[in-house]
């Protein structure tokens, strides 16, 4: 494995760069070979990543510094890149109205039932934009043109707590907390449910991480990551983390 770590100012910035660094340490530790780390400072990548030997590498660094790389080594594949957001298949687990918004129509059914409820504000994710400066939350009009290329959502205010779970060949590794109590836990059954729905839908990652709320006791699907520029909230399994970012660099590149 070779991963090429992003500097900021020659810095490491990241919890996720930081813990692959002791990963290697581990390795080593092991006698396991086959480990190496290069540093690209900034966006300026060693000559030895060069374009003739970009499959060769991992790229771990912000969303843009992962984009700028996938981009220029597989430009096709771009829709690699779209936010996973809530997916389709785990709506009915998302315990709020939600919908994506293409055109229009998409609205009515979303319009008609968010109305009745009396809600004025949206929250709101790009459906192609992993960072976006039209997330977030907004006032609810009947204009709907500028929901159009956007997941919308109810805004749920009264979230006792948030959770991230990391998932890998569909199996759940670890689960942290970020936000509110962290005496407020999911319900085990709820993630194994949504994990294997997930699953079922054959449209899972080979790794993710799955946020995940709590509110009156019910368990939710906040959204989704694929497993690259993900915060880890404390997650180290040395073992198998620079495996969950490898794997899902040739997922997202189609080596195999």
């Known amino acids: 494995m070779k991963f090429l770590i992003q500097k900021v100012k020659n810095e490491i910035v990241y919890d996720f760069a930081f813990e692959l660094i ?131 959502s109810e805004y749920l205010d009264d979230i006792d707590s948030e959770w991230r779970a990391f998932v890998f060949k569909h199996q759940v590794l670890y689960l942290s907390n970020y936000s509110g109590s962290s005496l407020i836990f999911p319900s085990p059954n709820t993630i194994l449910e949504i994990v294997e729905g997930y699953k079922r839908s054959r449209e899972a990652p080979i790794a993710y991480t799955l946020d995940l709320g709590v509110r009156k006791d019910e368990t939710f699907v906040i959204e989704c990551h694929r497993f690259f520029s993900c915060g880890l909230y404390g997650f180290s399994d040395y073992a198998r983390y620079p495996k969950m970012l490898s794997q899902t660099w040739q997922e997202m590149c189609y080596i195999y």
């Open 22 to 152: 002791r990963s290697k340490e581990f390795y080593d530790w092991l006698g396991e070979g086959e480990f190496e780390i290069e540093y690209a400072y900034d966006f300026l990548w060693p000559k030895k990543c060069g374009e003739e030997d970009f499959r060769n590498w991992i790229p771990v660094g912000s969303v843009e510094f992962v984009s700028r790389y996938l981009l220029f080594y597989a430009p096709q594949q771009e829709h690699m890149l779209y936010p996973l957001n809530v997916p389709p298949c785990l709506f009915k687990y998302s315990g709020r109205l939600i919908s994506n918004v293409v055109d229009p129509n998409d609205m009515v059914k979303f319009d008609l039932e968010y109305l009745k409820k009396g809600s004025t504000k949206v929250f709101r994710k790009s459906m192609y934009k992993i960072k976006s400066k039209e997330n977030g939350l907004f006032d609810y009009d009947c204009t709907f043109k500028r929901f159009q290329g956007f997941q919308i």
